[in-house]
């Protein structure tokens, strides 16, 4: 079965086409600036690459082109778009009804606007790509995996917070989580690289990325995790602050600062960029933080301390600990960061090892060899992760999350 996937944001659709079960990727590529004076398609096939200038105004025009370069006849993969049975879309909310992916209806497109007041940046894009496949793929299985299923096994006193209740039962105000897609990828992958059953498995999953979030997996499934209600709490990103005292808000108001500035302040220009004063992206940080430069030193401090604080407090949420687990493109790359996040960790159980870790290739583990708790590294695939359900729910085998 071949199943494409698609994570359309707000001017961009990324696509993989995947033949399964085999989970060969056949065709991988996107379209940036949907709607802006020129857009630009990049796909890759065979490892070969092709890339295009065109004019494309919105997520149809987008999603059409797509479809038109998966079955060009130079560049394309496949004959007819009547071979893409099914299509996994990533969506960012699902709210409390979403515990799995699901095959998308119009009760499930109904839920997904409804989420988007709770992910107004997200959710609405999610659902006009959609739109798209459905218009343009009308007899495919369309399938909704969502950041937010993963972490549907959190229990209430990990997922409430000590506000009112009514404001939970008014707003459904509650810590969400994202990223879920990829806790489970790499917390799955840890398991059966370690050889422990995946229902017995614990783990601290540590997502780093532009956006970066922690997990605490307990016998397979999520039971916390640092983002909340929206992708700010928890870390400190590369815009975003991560936690703080929410007092500052109410005080920033009092001196003038309005809703939206106050927004774009947390959202927009805190984290990594708000810090250094710099560059919101690690590698362009770390290169400054070496020559000298206090604030970019300083955020790499900020950001290494905070994740660190929530090892501690996930090993202390699991009781037993069998992994920490690090992915996204810091996750994956940063190996100095690793280290430091990593330092004096040993009456915890954590212990890594430097060489190891400097030479991290892929999959790794770079704990030292008398570790009670692995480290490993995950190159995370949320990409394959959709692919996996998109294909067990339009009818495939099952995949076995
Ligand atoms: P996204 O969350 O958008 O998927 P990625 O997972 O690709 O983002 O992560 C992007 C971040 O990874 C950026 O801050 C980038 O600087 C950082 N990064 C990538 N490679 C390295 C590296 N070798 N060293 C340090 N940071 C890196």
Known sequence: MKVLVINAGSS???????????????????????GEESSKLAHSYDAKTHSIDAKVPDHEAGMELILKTLADKEVGVIS?????????????????????????DETVVKSIEKFADLAPLHNPPNLTGIRAAQH?????????????????????????????????EKYRVRRYGFHGTSHR????????????????????????????????????????????LTPLEGLVMGT???????????????????????????????????????????????E????GNKRAKLAIDIFC??????????????????????????????????????????????????????????ESDVSADDSPVKVLVIPTNEELAIAKDTFELAGGKPSGK
Do not use: W
Request: aromatic share 8%.
């Open 136 to 168: 343009k793929l009308p007899k495919s299985a369309q399938v909704a995996c969502f950041d937010t299923a993963f972490h549907s096994t959190i229990p209430e006193v990990a997922y409430m917070y000590a506000l009112p209740y009514e404001i939970y």
């Open 185 to 228: 990828y790499v917390a799955r992958r840890a398991a059966e690289i370690m050889g422990i059953d995946k229902y017995e498995f614990n783990a601290v999953t540590c997502h780093l990325g532009n956006g970066c979030s922690m997990t605490a997996v307990k016998n397979g499934k999520s039971v916390d995790t640092s983002m909340g």
């Open 305 to 362: 301390y905070r994740i660190k604080k929530y090892i501690g407090a996930y090993a202390a949420a699991l009781g037993r600990l069998d992994a920490v687990i690090f992915t996204g493109g810091i996750g994956e790359n940063a190996t100095g960061l690793r280290a430091q996040i990593c330092s004096e960790l040993n009456q915890i159980g954590i212990k890594i090892d430097l060489t190891k870790n400097r030479d991290a290739r892929k």
């Open 80 to 104: 007819n778009i009547s071979e893409i049975e099914s299509v996994g879309h990533r969506v960012v909310h699902g709210g409390e009804e979403f515990t799995g992916s699901m095959l998308i």
């Open 240 to 286: 975003r602050s991560g936690d703080f005292d929410p007092a500052i808000l109410f005080y920033l108001a009092d001196k003038g600062y309005d809703f939206k500035s106050l927004n774009a302040m947390c959202n927009k220009q805190s984290g990594l960029l708000g810090i250094s004063g710099l560059s919101n992206d690690m590698r362009n940080i770390s």
């Open 12 to 34: 961009s659709i990324k696509y993989q086409l995947y033949q399964m079960p085999e989970a060969r990727v056949l065709a991988k590529g996107m379209v940036e600036r949907i």
């Open 288 to 291: 400054l933080a070496e020559t």
